[in-house]
């Protein structure tokens, strides 16, 4: 399969700033970061944190990843572009979690956890800066993509945009799931079935904010919530972009010309184990709305400022310099992929998966 190259248009994007209290150590048990609310950006809390410091440094031993001070080692000025680029293959990258926006977070988590069988992980209020987040999931978040969700004080709609596609959930039978859903007043945009040019059984809900979910059959799986839809306006493009800057592996690709389009499926793992971030090019569409609602996606890094430099020379925006959090030792660099789609790249020892 041949993809055609197009010059796409510029477009639109949410870019949230980031500040936090400075009163954290690395440590602390009551630190977890969010920097994705809007319109006033902070950096959220919880009362857990489950990563003992002694674990950690069990973990990695004497790695010059981690120095004394809890910071990271780094010479990327010192590195060749190559270089740079070969580590990115070589770092222990995850896909943390998808960050967006609702208008009635009780509404939303009653939804998740009674129709879709997720779990309420933590949920966090910060009236000082008008906003509320939670985390669902179908396990913890130090080893499973998750969910956070943003309610803004007073703001009970947002405009998801044509850009954004749909979240995918693996279910064991489509059509048991959908009835459920139904029964508790769940809104079936698309009936389960054979997916249009191939044989995987689907179907199609919406949640009450309007987000689309695709339930995909398949047998039991580490990661249910497994997929997160996007749509580009040049699929090469942005193939060659995430493998050069975060290091995903291209899955598979498949075009289906009756339809008119194609999709690219990459990812840090098989698509039946992990989750995965689904590209679809819409034949001559190099443009989308992305609207004020999905915000972006987080992924775990070693090395934020490696991170940063191989994001550059993929061709991302780099929209938040790699660096510390202030008061705290999590670092983050934030970028805009080729089609403005945002992705925050972050170390947390709270997002490694325990030994």
Request: glycine share 8%; net charge neutral.
């Amino acid at each position: 399969m041949v993809l055609v190259r197009l010059v796409p248009m510029a477009s639109s994007s949410i870019r949230p700033a980031l500040s936090t209290p400075s009163s954290f150590s690395l440590f602390s048990p009551s630190r977890r970061i969010s920097f994705s609310h809007l319109p006033s950006p902070s950096v959220s809390q919880s009362n857990s944190f489950g990563l003992k410091a002694s674990r950690v440094l069990r973990q990695y031993g004497n790695s010059t990843r981690i120095m004394a001070s809890g910071d990271l080692s780094h010479s990327v000025a010192a590195a060749s572009p190559e270089n740079v680029l070969e580590w990115v293959k070589q770092d222990k990258r995850r896909m943390l979690h998808v960050v967006y926006r609702v208008g009635d977070l009780d509404r939303t988590i009653k939804f998740y956890t009674e129709c879709l069988g997720m779990k309420l992980l933590r949920k966090r209020d910060i009236p000082e800066e008008k906003y509320t987040n939670a985390f669902l999931g179908y396990g913890p978040e130090d080893s499973h993509f998750v969910i956070e969700l943003t309610y803004n004080y007073g703001v009970d709609k947002y405009d998801i945009g044509t850009g954004f596609g749909h979240f995918g959930i693996a279910v064991d039978d489509v059509a048991k799931a959908v009835e459920l859903i139904r029964a508790k007043g769940g809104k079936i945009t698309r009936e389960p079935g054979p997916v249009k040019g191939g044989r995987s059984v689907i179907a199609f809900i919406e949640d009450p904010d309007g987000y689309k979910f695709e339930l995909i059959e398949r047998g039991p799986t580490p990661e249910p919530l497994c997929q997160v839809m996007l749509r580009v306006g040049d699929l090469n493009r942005s193939i060659e972009f995430y493998e050069k800057a975060f290091g995903m592996e291209l899955l598979r690709t498949r075009d289906n010309p009756e339809y008119k389009y194609t999709i690219a499926m990459l990812g840090y793992g098989p698509e039946d184990k992990s989750t995965v971030l689904e590209l679809t090019y819409n034949y001559g569409v190099t443009e989308y709305d992305k609207g004020n609602a999905y915000a972006q996606i987080a992924i775990g890094t070693d090395d934020v400022y490696k991170t940063a430099e191989a994001i550059k020379l993929a061709g991302g925006k780099i929209t938040r310099e790699p660096g510390p959090l202030p008061g705290i030792n999590t670092k983050i660099t934030a970028c805009l992929d080729p089609d403005g789609w945002k992705s925050v790249c972050l170390f947390d020892l709270y997002y490694l998966k325990s030994p």
